[in-house]
């Protein structure tokens, strides 16, 4: 299928999707709309193999379509007759049809287990009306997949991820907590190359930095059972919407884990080396639980401040890198300035141990939750070339505007960053330096300049003004302010306890 015929497909699909919406939220639009594309994802794959069952020719005959077990040797869910698309269209304009596409979503739970938790049940709230319903269930069987799967087997997976992004850009802030531009996991990808080995990420939101390495691995040629796959996820609503993008693509999410105490207090991968990790964890946070983990075995380089986890979050990544394993990051752009004490003496650590592959300096607008600015970081252990130097990139007027809010990477921008660090880091006598774009420094000149870690002042360009961000120093003050007040309420209950023990004499008391 041609690519721009895949983009009216799902433009299309999205414009009259979003018609129907009415006066329905887009954070509660996009579990309803969200889960009807899995559902009939799933029923498709199903028809297709209850058929080949059914006609019991070669390598099928005498197979039973009604046998759960002939599904799963096929790695395709089974979907009892009552939630099979077909049958949902013959019901589509009855008004109890959020009635009975709860019950599917039930029946397809009950009989696969790797899906217990994960489907909405919302569709019979009042709220939402059936017509709208029905008319949704009319949009997705209307259009022809068939002809497009000849050329995309996945092109319902491509509609759930396009889904995905637009309604992230329809919450705007809410949005980006479950959603990172495809644009910057395509950069973080092609940079990484995750080939072959454990891929890892502990914030892995609605799971496209996984559908990305997988499609990486397609577009190369490689082989997908090559990599395997590993995250965790503490918004359960997110989770759901992980392993329903996951399932849609065919991806084994098994080693996706949701918890509500999150990385840092409650590691579900403990013991895992990964060779790759990739993660766009959230900017800033102050509310960690980083008090409880004073003495934690992660922090190698440092105890992060409580008030900021993202060199807690530096640190998790580095401890789950096996010994030859690579990361790539996305952090707030001040995590490369930093002077809190603790941060400063972390990063200070890090560069000394010739960790620090690469950073990239990221253009504004490219988040839809945060104005603040942000940066690309790639660590390497154990590097064999490139030893004891840093590639500074600076990408800051790169990209187009597709909106007044919203900046995007195009294709082109994402292989000349990329291709410059492969270059780089083979030691390709094609690299070179280029003034206001690219630097490749020794950790000497690092040293010099204090251990900054701002591409501006390694590759040629002036000072941005964005170095100073009032959201994020605001952040950081209100951060340390309430650990000041913690501090302060710590030392009135010591006061009052040992006031409480001091016995007054008589006199006093009159």
Not at 150 to 178: M, N
Not at 267 to 273: R, V
Not at 432 to 458: A, H, M, N, Q, W
Request: with cysteine; hydrophobic share 35%; net charge negative.
């Amino acid at each position: 299928m041609a690519k721009d015929k895949e983009v009216s497909l799902k433009e299309k699909l999205w414009k009259s999707a979003n018609k129907l919406r009415k006066n329905i939220d887009a954070a509660e639009y996009k579990h309803i709309v969200l889960g009807l594309i899995f559902l009939k994802y799933i029923s498709d794959a199903f028809d297709n193999l209850y058929h080949k069952l059914k006609e019991g020719k070669g390598e099928y005959e005498g197979a039973d379509p009604e046998d759960i077990d002939e599904y799963k040797a096929e790695n395709v869910f089974f979907v009892p007759e009552k939630a099979r698309w077909s049958y949902l269209k013959a019901y589509a304009k009855k008004p109890e049809i959020g009635k009975i596409i709860d019950e599917a979503m039930e029946a397809i739970e009950k009989e696969n287990p790797s899906l217990k938790g994960v489907l909405p049940k919302e569709y019979a709230k009042a709220n939402i009306d059936p017509i709208n319903l029905g008319g949704l269930i009319d949009l997705f069987s209307n259009v022809s997949f068939d002809e497009t799967k000849k050329e995309s087997a996945d092109i319902l997976g491509h509609v759930f991820e396009y889904f995905l992004g637009q309604f992230a850009i329809a919450e705007g802030k809410k949005g980006g907590q479950f959603y990172t531009p495809k644009c910057v996991v395509e950069l973080l990808v092609e940079m990484l190359e995750p080939y072959k080995g454990r891929v890892f990420d502990p914030c892995c939101g609605s799971g496209g930095m996984f559908v990305q390495s997988e499609e990486f691995v397609k577009a190369h040629q490689g082989r997908i059972d090559d990599i395997s796959i590993f995250g965790q996820e503490s918004n359960y609503t997110t989770w759901r919407l992980c392993k329903m993008n996951l399932a849609i693509r065919t991806i084994d999410s098994s080693q996706v884990k949701w918890n509500s105490e999150g990385s840092f207090l409650n590691d579900a991968h403990k013991d895992l080396k990964a060779d790759f990790v990739i993660a766009n964890p959230p900017f800033n946070d102050s509310d960690w639980g980083g008090e409880l983990l004073r003495k934690d075995v992660r922090w190698k380089y440092g105890v992060p401040p409580v008030g900021n986890a993202n060199y807690a979050w530096i640190q998790h990544f580095i401890f789950h890198l096996a010994p030859h394993g690579k990361a790539g990051f996305v952090l707030a752009k001040g995590a490369l300035t930093t002077k809190q004490t603790a941060e400063y003496e972390i990063r200070k650590n890090i560069i000394e141990d010739d960790l620090i592959d690469c950073i990239v300096n990221l253009p504004p607008k490219l988040f839809l939750n945060t104005q603040i600015p942000a940066s690309l970081w790639f660590i390497r252990k154990n590097k064999t070339t490139r030893k004891g130097e840093i590639l500074f990139i600076d990408t800051r007027d790169m990209g187009k505007l597709i909106n007044r809010r919203t900046r995007v990477l195009t294709e082109e921008d994402i292989k000349k960053i990329a291709d410059t660090y492969h270059k780089w880091q083979k030691e390709d006598e094609t690299y070179e330096d280029i003034k206001g774009f690219c630097k490749s420094v020794k950790i000497e000149e690092v040293r010099e300049l204090d251990y900054v870690l701002t591409p501006g002042r390694y590759v040629g360009l002036p000072e941005e003004d964005d170095d100073f961000d009032f959201e994020e120093r605001f952040t950081k003050l209100k951060a340390e302010f309430m650990e000041q007040l913690k501090e302060e309420e710590k030392l009135n209950k010591l006061i009052l306890e040992n006031l409480e023990r001091v016995e007054i004499p008589k006199e006093q008391k009159r």
